[in-house]
Antibody
Framework: QLQLQESGPGLVKPSETLSLTCTVSGASISSSSYYWGWIRQPPGKGLEWIGTVSYRGSTYLNPSLKSRVTISTDTSKNQFSLKLHSVTAADTAVYYC????????????????WGQGTLVTVSS | AIQLTQSPSSLSASVGDRVTITCRAGQGISSALAWYQQKPGKAPKLLIYDVSTLETGVPSRFSGSGSGTDFTLTISSLQPEDFATYYCQQFDDYPLTFGGGTKVEIE
């Protein structure tokens, strides 16, 4: 059964880098049928797409975060990762990883399977 | 970015009620619209994509409709497990964006 699981520190200091990994089990992230993405949700608020990575490592990033975000894949470990640099309290959120099935417009598609999410708090 | 405006932001309803949630896009998005259900403490779950196609396993009491800029999610007969927050999402253009959510509460 396909599962996605986020992992990483739950507390990050302001100005430092938030680093999360999503481990995919039950399927290969090297499949051309899917993209892989990160979404976040501040406490009590709505959803914000952070970015998407292809099986080849091409990335599509939200312009609002682009200057601070790096998304990469490690196919040997069947994982993909998120780095968000220079964090502030505004980056406190539940971070989700998700699978995106390749759509008619390739990476412009839905998020059909999600990890359980991990809360990351930015505080000194 | 394409703005998605959901209404209402919250509603109270009873089991068995018909519930309708609206999502309006700031520009035409063709049929590139999806709906998600999120329960407290859980990840969102894809319900509907391409405006009206039900994801596998989603009960038929859920339906979606609309075109262009105006879209609707309807729950024909609300069940206890349907009390949750619902989000629309567009995938017509970069960046992917979500509506602000509609919380469906028990009356």
């Amino acid at each position: 059964q396909l599962q996605l699981q986020e992992s990483g520190p739950g507390l990050v200091k302001p100005s430092e880098t938030l680093s999360l990994t999503c481990t995919v089990s039950g399927a290969s992230i090297s499949s051309s049928s899917y993209y892989w993405g990160w979404i976040r949700q501040p406490p009590g608020k709505g959803l914000e797409w952070i970015g998407t990575v292809s099986y080849r490592g091409s990335t599509y990033l939200n312009p609002s975060l682009k200057s601070r975000v790096t998304i990469s894949t490690d196919t040997s470990k069947n994982q993909f990762s998120l780095k968000l640099h220079s964090v502030t309290a505004a980056d406190t959120a539940v971070y989700y990883c998700a699978r995106l099935p390749t759509g008619k417009q390739l990476w412009l598609t839905t998020l059909d399977l999600w990890g359980q999410g991990t809360l990351v708090t930015v505080s000194s | 970015a394409i703005q998605l405006t959901q209404s209402p932001s919250s509603l109270s309803a009873s089991v068995g009620d018909r519930v309708t949630i609206t999502c309006r896009a700031g520009q035409g998005i063709s049929s590139a619209l999806a709906w998600y259900q999120q329960k407290p403490g859980k990840a969102p779950k894809l319900l509907i994509y391409d405006v009206s196609t039900l994801e596998t396993g989603v009960p038929s009491r859920f339906s979606g409709s609309g075109s262009g800029t105006d879209f609707t999610l309807t729950i024909s007969s609300l069940q206890p497990e349907d009390f949750a927050t619902y989000y629309c999402q567009q995938f017509d253009d970069y960046p992917l964006t979500f509506g602000g959510g509609t919380k469906v509460e028990i009356e």
